[in-house]
């Protein structure tokens, strides 16, 4: 009989850094072949655009822009999960980690919405961006309450 395993607290802290860093490699790597990406997308889309002519350049821009915000919120993230291995877990520093996350969300929201000029699909992306922007902002906005509440408790004698 197989023995359950049992993932602890360091397991799953291990297995988070791991993928932060392959989200981080995967980033660089994505960074590198932008131009590659962008000629294959082009060349399997056959959707109508708001804007006619050749998507190649805007959509080379819109993936610069929106994998400089990847490696801005998955930076952070690494930033916050060391803190959390640190035993450092309701600080402020985690609080703004989350904040930067979430703009970060919301910003490539943006950029998708805008290029979605190009390719009506990115409007897709750009839900999907936005709405995890939202729900960033909600955890950080509770995070930053429970930072309130342990920075009181740890005032009072």
Do not use: H, Q
């Not at 989350?98 to 490539?108: A, P, Y």
């Not at 009181?152 to 004698?157: I, M, S």
């Amino acid at each position: 009989m197989r023995e359950k395993i049992n993932w602890s607290e360091m397991r799953s802290l291990k297995l988070s850094k791991v993928l932060t860093y392959s989200l981080i490699a995967m980033l660089v790597v994505a960074f590198v072949c932008i131009p590659f990406i962008s000629k294959w997308y082009i060349s399997i889309s056959t959707e109508d655009s708001l804007i006619k002519g050749d998507a190649f350049i805007p959509v080379c821009i819109m993936l610069v822009v929106c994998d400089l915000f990847g490696l801005a919120a998955a930076n952070a993230l690494r930033g916050l999960i060391g803190n959390i291995g640190k035993s450092e877990v309701f600080i402020e520093a985690n609080s703004n980690y989350m904040r930067l996350i979430s703009w970060c969300c919301i910003f490539v929201g943006c950029t998708f919405t805008l290029f979605g000029a190009w390719r009506i699909s990115f409007f897709v992306g750009a839900f999907f961006a936005f709405f995890m922007g939202i729900v960033m902002r909600v955890l950080k906005n509770v995070f930053e309450k429970a930072v309130s509440i342990k920075n009181e408790n740890d005032l009072t004698v």
